[in-house]
């Protein structure tokens, strides 16, 4: 990979800090003059500003058409204690430019979308003077996102990679106020922020490593570096990878630090699209590419990572079957679909997983976008079963505690939603993997590759694609298909254009999004497009057994939740939520149906292993140590026991007994002799007058008798 200055090579290189200043510009006008414009003003101008790190993104690779190599953007000078010399620089190269367009593009359309949404959302939750936060909260993300992509150096990706860390934790507890006990919602943002801490510690100590062992930051160097260091050091090498995976099985979440994404659902819906599935989740994903040859020198590492992520796939996939919380299906086969990724990059299959990253942001941002609509949707229906009499005395499993989320109170939303139901077809069928759609052709090239690189890793992950066809499935028929099951499902209501055209777009890419990187001969267009910044790349094959494998367990799976939701068990479909059915499947897994609905009590055990025991410490440290030790004894006995001890011995033996004994027995002295001398003056003469005369007679008896 050869490196360049930006402003030497031409093109539209010079416009790259330009991807963060859009962000953080559109973010400072909401935030110093929003408070005086319309909510459509407020929503605009973020849209527009993530928009314009969109049409920089467009130029950049524009530029790289023509330009292939890498292009270091210089903006500033940052850190220089010698030997670190860190500066603030843009890297322009294939791969960052794609992870920008993404970025960028998907984020643009669910800012678009945000405005429909949180419209409805802020006044349904009670504060509209929220919908201004939320769009700086966005911009700042996009700004966030940007500076880890853009990067020329782990230090400044850190940078990044903590920024939307912090947008993450602050857009999940948007609504801090709302959740289980009025505190739900921030207990799910304090559980993801602690838990990405715990990655980012591996992180951290990854790049120490790497400067201990390079004494840079920067990439070009490091990797230059880094053939000869594995030859005399593979093991540190193996060290410095499995500390970053630490750090990817955090952001992307991967096991066994996943459990914060369901948990983040709390957030408003376009944050979980676009945080928690199309972007910073993929940050991880990213992190693995971009250190691709550091991987490909600790094999060790890179073994585990690949394992991590296909064990991964099969267990989110394996809870997603269970759940019954529409978002949260989706989030645990984001987990999955991570995994999918991680495996592919770890094992050296890069262009496979950054193929799958790129199309799965359509996929999962229209699979969350629309089921964004289906909650709305089942709110304005709900809204009207409350506010009409008549209709309230027909509504059938309402009431004031309807969860607009969960799927049992749904059903039949495709005569009511007519294009989030076709759009939500097509993201379902492009995740399922169903050719021709964009996700047969990425996802297919990550299990044609792991059929080569990885067999144990192939047989998980194709389980995996089995379990997501299946729960996918499942969803579509308990959300779409059979009756409405609650007055809010049967006067459910279309979501406006401004948030279904975003939908349309993200449709059609999952449509045509696989064109890119087809498995043929004269279509790797992907594949020769990160060439350039990947080395030892190859053109995928188009394994004939593995896609058509892959397809028919698809196909099978797709079948078979048909058959048990819609033929064996139909009723399932009609019964209203308020008699609360048990699933069908819990017929057929029994008490396995209960540990995939309970999450394989994984939570349960973090509980029981780490936060029980953490408590029970803090409470030791705080009871014990704290209060009884270091307050009761030490502060009360030992200081404040000691202390009056020695103010009593100075107050009674040196203060009284020494210093005011001698003051008053010097006053008493004075005092005795006074009186003593006192009675030598009488007042009378002749008692004078005998004293001068005995003076007399002394005096001259003494003259005498010398």
Same mark, same amino acid.
Request: glycine content about 10%; charged content about 15%.
């Given at each position: ?46 849209? $527009? +500003?993530?928009? *314009?790190?969109?049409?920089?993104? @467009?130029? *950049? !690779? ?32 294939? @791969? ?17 979308? +945000? ?27 996009? /700004? ?59 992180? @951290? ?9 390079? *004494? ?16 005399? +050091? ?11 995976? &630490? ?42 590419? %971009? ?6 020198? !600790? ?168 379990? $997501? ?22 006067? !459910? ?59 028919? &367990? ?5 079948? *078979? ?16 939520? !308020? ?44 009871? %014990? ?13 030992? &200081? ?15 203060? /009284? ?21 006192? %009675? ?27």
């Amino acid at each position: 990979m050869l490196l360049s200055e930006g402003a030497t090579s031409g093109g539209y290189f010079f416009l790259a800090p330009w991807i963060v200043f859009f962000p953080l510009i559109g973010l400072l006008i909401n935030i110093i003059f929003g408070g005086r414009l319309s909510e459509k003003v407020v929503g605009t101008i973020a849209s $527009t +500003a993530s928009g *314009l790190s969109f049409v920089v993104s @467009l130029l *950049l !690779a524009i530029s790289l058409v023509s330009h292939a190599e890498a292009v270091t953007v210089p903006l500033a000078d940052w850190i220089t204690v010698e030997p670190l010399h860190l500066r603030w620089a843009f890297l322009v190269d294939t @791969l960052s430019v794609t992870m920008m367009l993404v970025v960028s593009g998907v984020g643009t359309l669910i800012h678009i979308y +945000a405005i429909g949404y949180m419209h409805e959302d802020v006044r349904h939750n009670g504060d509209p003077s929220r919908f201004r936060r939320f769009f700086v909260f966005m911009n700042l993300f996009i /700004a966030a996102m940007m500076i880890l992509v853009s990067s020329d150096n782990y230090m400044m990706l850190f940078v990044g990679w903590e920024g939307v860390g912090l947008c993450s934790f602050l857009l999940i507890g948007f609504w801090y106020e709302k959740g289980k006990d009025g505190i739900g919602n921030s207990l799910a943002a304090m559980k993801a922020f602690i838990t990405n801490r715990v990655g980012d510690f591996g992180f @951290l100590i990854a790049g120490m490593l790497l400067f201990w062992t390079f *004494l840079t930051f920067e990439f070009h160097p490091i990797f230059e570096a880094a053939p000869e260091i594995a030859k005399t +050091a593979p093991m540190l090498m193996n060290v410095i990878c499995l500390f970053m995976l &630490l750090g990817v099985t955090g952001k992307s979440a991967q096991i066994p630090l996943y459990v914060w994404l369901p948990d983040a659902m709390a957030g408003p819906t376009p944050v979980s699209a676009l945080i928690h599935a199309a972007t910073m989740v993929t940050a991880g994903v990213y992190l693995i590419a %971009r250190s691709h040859v550091l991987f490909a020198l !600790a094999p060790q590492a890179a073994f585990i990572g690949a394992l991590v992520g296909g064990v991964t796939g099969l267990f989110a996939a394996s809870i997603a079957v269970g759940q019954f919380d529409i978002k949260k299906v989706l989030a645990y086969s984001t987990i999955s679909q991570l995994g999918f990724m991680v495996a592919a990059v770890s094992m050296g299959a890069v262009v496979a997983g950054m193929f799958h990253l790129v199309t799965h942001a359509f996929f999962k941002a229209l699979l969350f976008l629309s089921s964004g609509s289906v909650i709305q949707g089942m709110e304005r229906g709900h809204h009207h079963v409350e506010h009409d009499a008549r209709l309230k005395k027909q509504a059938k499993g309402h009431g004031h505690e309807l969860d607009p989320q969960d799927m049992r109170n749904m059903g039949g939303l495709r005569h009511q939603m007519k294009i989030t139901f076709w759009v939500y077809m097509i993201g379902t069928i492009a995740l399922a993997g169903i050719p021709p759609l964009a996700g047969f052709w990425s996802k297919d090239e990550i299990l044609a590759e792991s059929s080569k690189l990885g067999l144990p890793v192939y047989i998980i992950l194709t389980g995996a694609a089995f379990l $997501t066809a299946f729960y996918m499935t499942r969803q579509v028929m308990m959300v779409f298909f059979g009756e409405a099951r609650s007055g809010a499902a049967e006067h !459910a209501q279309e979501s406006p254009l401004v948030m279904t055209v975003p939908l349309m777009i993200l449709a059609g890419l999952s449509i045509l999004g696989g064109l890119m990187n087809l498995p043929f001969e004269g279509f790797h267009n992907f594949t020769k497009w990160l060439e350039h910044s990947i080395e030892g790349v190859h053109e995928g094959e188009f394994v004939i057994l593995v896609a058509s494998l892959s397809t028919v &367990l698809a196909l099978l799976a797709i079948v *078979l939740a048909w058959w048990i939701y819609h033929r064996r068990y139909p009723e399932y479909l009609k019964i209203p939520a !308020a008699k609360r059915p048990v699933d069908p499947l819990a017929a057929y897994l029994g008490p396995v149906f209960t540990w995939l609905n309970q999450k394989w009590y994984i939570d349960e055990l973090y509980g029981l292993v780490i936060i029980q025991p953490y408590k029970a410490v803090s409470a030791f440290l705080a009871d %014990r140590i704290e209060w009884q030790f270091w307050h009761d004894w030490f502060h009360d006995t030992v &200081l404040a026991g000691g202390y009056n001890l020695i103010t009593r011995l100075l107050t009674e033996k040196v203060d /009284a007994g020494v210093i005011d004994a001698s003051a008053n027995g010097l006053g008493t002295a004075v005092q005795g002799t006074s009186s003593w001398l006192r %009675r030598l003056q009488t007042g009378f003469v002749r008692n004078y007058a005998l004293a001068i005369f005995m003076g007399v007679v002394l005096i001259l008896g003494y003259l005498i008798l010398r």
